[in-house]
């Protein structure tokens, strides 16, 4: 049996509010295999962001452990994450993230500016990823020139430069027509065929159905777990 | 993070708000400038007092002639017959005395064919030449030999020479001091005005017997009414008055109580009063120009300050791709040293501008030194450092999730 990608173990997270401790998910586990499809679902509240900002490493959990490819990192310090968001996993936003000053060749480098790669090897890495995304040709625009299913397949490329194992993608198409959001869940429909581990939230159906496991959360807890009938083969 | 990639993008953010990063800068051009102006003055006005301090001769103090009473009138100081030049000679043997020269002087009227003019005539020895650092322009100067057999000889001052003889050249040329025939045997280096703002150039040396007998007089064969002299050191200076004040009492036999008959003047004392004065002023100007530099370095932080408020979620955004806190302190901080670093440079220009226009419209001695600009440039980065790195600290110490959800 492989290592799971992800484990979760009673994975729980509170925020200080004015009205006393609010739980945010309370006491949550999940494991992800390598070269899964996830789509996490559910109401808005329901703790599926919070869930997904701990997966990224953006944040630290209040009890339980998170396991990332074998390494616990619940206890992990900033600046440990800070490499894990570099090297281990690529993430993606909903508003694409991108800086408006930099080209979309210097946006899609920056990762690797912060990895330490010399100034070559960034620029073959962001030409490759851009490729592969099929913005080559806009490599020196600034991401004002672009659409946003563009912009987000820039932010893509973002994720995938420093060739991590695992995709994160919270609400990716949330800002795009339905059109262009079918474009970008057949990028990430690829990239998993490739072998990378996507995981994504959403709570548009639709685009769920592209996974081939979804997991529901409501309240804080997951309430459903199940494989997707209607996965693609 | 690589340090070239943190410098291309520093000059990105710089040049993304232009008006801005002019305007910061230019707080920081100010106070520079003002750093190196008001040091090229200050140094300036030091160096002209040091000039003519070192014209006058150096670690120098007098031994005047006490004062006498006669019928209730009383002289003044130098009035009296009370030194000799055995006192110079005793004087010369103590430990510590470079230079010791006795002189007699006072205003005479000199005569060369029809021209006259009225100057100060110094009656003295060689040594006084040393003393006061006197060099000799044209022909030589007078030696011990001269003084022994009291022979007509004089070295003329710049100012003389110009007023008797006008373009003719003095030396061998014969003139008169009071109807004597004076051989003049030299002419004098150039000194310009002492702090009084008296003519230093406006003398005649002559040996000292020769005053005594045919200028001046003398109630004693011998006595002299002040002798100059020139100690090793300004700190052995006092040391060297003590030394002499007690030999001199126990020359002229004074007992314990009886007040001196003699009086000392320290001539350096005024020079360096002066000279303190001057570093005074040129310490002040530093420390008023240091407070704009100031002022320049709190603009750069309230402006770092406003940009890591407004770039809050590039921040987000570069932390959540794996931008360390140290990254992006890094980052900013180099933001507020580059704008410094560039304030300065400009302000170096602008101060070495200002300060050599000053010196050819006024005519007013600056003096530029390489560490003047070396200081400015040190306390440039030290406040770029210093004023960034809260701001900085601000930007790397953010909450990455916070930060992104940040509009």
């Given at each position: 049996m492989t290592e799971p990608v992800i484990r979760v173990v009673g994975l729980g997270k509170s925020y200080e509010t004015a009205a006393g401790l609010f739980p945010a998910l309370k006491g949550v586990d999940l494991e992800v295999r390598p070269g899964e499809f996830i789509a996490i679902m559910g109401p808005s509240g329901s703790g599926k962001s919070t869930f997904m900002n701990l997966l990224g490493c953006l944040d630290t959990p209040t009890s339980g452990d998170y396991f990332l490819a074998g390494q616990?990192?619940?206890?992990?310090d900033k600046d440990a994450l800070a490499v894990l968001r570099n090297r281990t996993l690529g993430f993606v936003f909903q508003g694409f993230n991108l800086l408006p000053r930099m080209s979309l060749q210097d946006n899609v480098a920056l990762p690797l500016v912060y990895s330490g790669a010399d100034k070559e090897t960034r620029r073959a890495a962001a030409r490759e990823m851009l490729d592969k995304v099929g913005l080559g040709k806009y490599a020196d625009s600034l991401p004002s020139r672009i659409s946003g299913g563009q912009q987000q397949r820039v932010a893509i490329a973002r994720a995938l430069v420093n060739k991590p194992h695992l995709i994160l993608a919270d609400e990716p198409t949330g800002n795009l027509d339905s059109h262009t959001s079918e474009e970008i869940m057949t990028l990430f429909s690829e990239l998993n065929r490739e072998g990378i581990t996507v995981v994504l939230v959403t709570h548009e159906p639709d685009i769920a159905t592209h996974a081939r496991r979804q997991v529901r959360f409501l309240d804080g807890h997951i309430v459903s777990d199940h494989l997707t009938e209607a996965a693609p083969a | 993070m690589m340090l070239k990639a943190m410098l291309g993008e520093a000059w990105l953010a710089m040049g993304a708000n232009r008006l801005r990063t002019a305007l910061t800068m230019l707080g920081m051009v100010i106070g520079v400038g003002a750093v190196v102006i008001m040091m090229a003055i200050g140094q300036g006005a030091q160096y002209a007092v040091q000039q003519t301090i070192s014209t006058m001769g150096s670690n120098l103090f007098i031994v005047l002639s006490g004062s006498f009473t006669a019928a209730g009138v009383r002289s003044g100081s130098a009035g009296g017959p009370t030194l000799n030049v055995a006192d110079g000679e005793a004087i010369a043997e103590l430990e510590g005395v470079v230079n010791v020269a006795p002189t007699h002087q006072g205003r005479r009227q000199l005569v060369y064919g029809s021209q006259n003019w009225s100057a100060n005539v110094v009656g003295t020895t060689p040594p006084y030449l040393e003393a006061r650092a006197w060099t000799i322009a044209s022909g030589a100067a007078f030696g011990d030999s001269d003084v022994r057999s009291a022979t007509r000889v004089a070295l003329l001052g710049k100012t003389t020479a110009q007023n008797l003889f006008g373009d003719e050249d003095p030396v061998g040329k014969t003139m008169r001091i009071q109807q004597n025939p004076f051989i003049v045997i030299g002419v004098l280096g150039s000194k310009g005005q002492n702090l009084d703002g008296n003519d230093q150039d406006d003398t005649v040396i002559i040996p000292l017997s020769t005053a005594q007998r045919k200028v001046f007089g003398t109630p004693f064969l011998g006595s002299v009414r002040m002798i100059m002299v020139q100690a090793e050191s300004a700190d052995s200076m006092q040391r060297t008055m003590d030394n002499v004040t007690s030999l001199l009492r126990q020359r002229h036999r004074l007992r314990e109580g009886v007040p001196d008959d003699f009086f000392m003047r320290n001539l350096s004392a005024a020079a360096e009063s002066e000279a303190e004065t001057t570093r005074t002023m040129s310490i002040l100007l530093g420390a008023i120009a240091s407070i704009s530099l100031l002022v320049g370095g709190i603009g750069i932080m309230n402006i770092m300050l406003v940009s890591v408020t407004e770039r809050t979620r590039e921040i987000g955004i570069r932390m959540a791709i794996g931008a360390r806190q140290k990254d992006i302190l890094t980052q900013f901080l180099l933001e507020a040293v580059m704008i410094s670093f560039a304030g300065c440079l400009l302000g170096l220009v602008l101060g070495l501008g200002v300060a050599l226009a000053i010196n050819a419209f006024t005519g007013m001695v600056i003096v530029i030194s390489g560490s003047a600009a070396l200081v400015a440039f040190a306390v440039a980065a030290t406040v770029g450092i210093f004023f960034g790195w809260y701001p900085a600290r601000k930007a790397a110490r953010l909450d990455p999730i916070e930060a992104l959800r940040y509009q």
């Amino acid at each position: 049996m492989t290592e799971p990608v992800i484990r979760v173990v009673g994975l729980g997270k509170s925020y200080e509010t004015a009205a006393g401790l609010f739980p945010a998910l309370k006491g949550v586990d999940l494991e992800v295999r390598p070269g899964e499809f996830i789509a996490i679902m559910g109401p808005s509240g329901s703790g599926k962001s919070t869930f997904m900002n701990l997966l990224g490493c953006l944040d630290t959990p209040t009890s339980g452990d998170y396991f990332l490819a074998g390494q616990n990192v619940a206890h992990m310090d900033k600046d440990a994450l800070a490499v894990l968001r570099n090297r281990t996993l690529g993430f993606v936003f909903q508003g694409f993230n991108l800086l408006p000053r930099m080209s979309l060749q210097d946006n899609v480098a920056l990762p690797l500016v912060y990895s330490g790669a010399d100034k070559e090897t960034r620029r073959a890495a962001a030409r490759e990823m851009l490729d592969k995304v099929g913005l080559g040709k806009y490599a020196d625009s600034l991401p004002s020139r672009i659409s946003g299913g563009q912009q987000q397949r820039v932010a893509i490329a973002r994720a995938l430069v420093n060739k991590p194992h695992l995709i994160l993608a919270d609400e990716p198409t949330g800002n795009l027509d339905s059109h262009t959001s079918e474009e970008i869940m057949t990028l990430f429909s690829e990239l998993n065929r490739e072998g990378i581990t996507v995981v994504l939230v959403t709570h548009e159906p639709d685009i769920a159905t592209h996974a081939r496991r979804q997991v529901r959360f409501l309240d804080g807890h997951i309430v459903s777990d199940h494989l997707t009938e209607a996965a693609p083969a | 993070m690589m340090l070239k990639a943190m410098l291309g993008e520093a000059w990105l953010a710089m040049g993304a708000n232009r008006l801005r990063t002019a305007l910061t800068m230019l707080g920081m051009v100010i106070g520079v400038g003002a750093v190196v102006i008001m040091m090229a003055i200050g140094q300036g006005a030091q160096y002209a007092v040091q000039q003519t301090i070192s014209t006058m001769g150096s670690n120098l103090f007098i031994v005047l002639s006490g004062s006498f009473t006669a019928a209730g009138v009383r002289s003044g100081s130098a009035g009296g017959p009370t030194l000799n030049v055995a006192d110079g000679e005793a004087i010369a043997e103590l430990e510590g005395v470079v230079n010791v020269a006795p002189t007699h002087q006072g205003r005479r009227q000199l005569v060369y064919g029809s021209q006259n003019w009225s100057a100060n005539v110094v009656g003295t020895t060689p040594p006084y030449l040393e003393a006061r650092a006197w060099t000799i322009a044209s022909g030589a100067a007078f030696g011990d030999s001269d003084v022994r057999s009291a022979t007509r000889v004089a070295l003329l001052g710049k100012t003389t020479a110009q007023n008797l003889f006008g373009d003719e050249d003095p030396v061998g040329k014969t003139m008169r001091i009071q109807q004597n025939p004076f051989i003049v045997i030299g002419v004098l280096g150039s000194k310009g005005q002492n702090l009084d703002g008296n003519d230093q150039d406006d003398t005649v040396i002559i040996p000292l017997s020769t005053a005594q007998r045919k200028v001046f007089g003398t109630p004693f064969l011998g006595s002299v009414r002040m002798i100059m002299v020139q100690a090793e050191s300004a700190d052995s200076m006092q040391r060297t008055m003590d030394n002499v004040t007690s030999l001199l009492r126990q020359r002229h036999r004074l007992r314990e109580g009886v007040p001196d008959d003699f009086f000392m003047r320290n001539l350096s004392a005024a020079a360096e009063s002066e000279a303190e004065t001057t570093r005074t002023m040129s310490i002040l100007l530093g420390a008023i120009a240091s407070i704009s530099l100031l002022v320049g370095g709190i603009g750069i932080m309230n402006i770092m300050l406003v940009s890591v408020t407004e770039r809050t979620r590039e921040i987000g955004i570069r932390m959540a791709i794996g931008a360390r806190q140290k990254d992006i302190l890094t980052q900013f901080l180099l933001e507020a040293v580059m704008i410094s670093f560039a304030g300065c440079l400009l302000g170096l220009v602008l101060g070495l501008g200002v300060a050599l226009a000053i010196n050819a419209f006024t005519g007013m001695v600056i003096v530029i030194s390489g560490s003047a600009a070396l200081v400015a440039f040190a306390v440039a980065a030290t406040v770029g450092i210093f004023f960034g790195w809260y701001p900085a600290r601000k930007a790397a110490r953010l909450d990455p999730i916070e930060a992104l959800r940040y509009q």
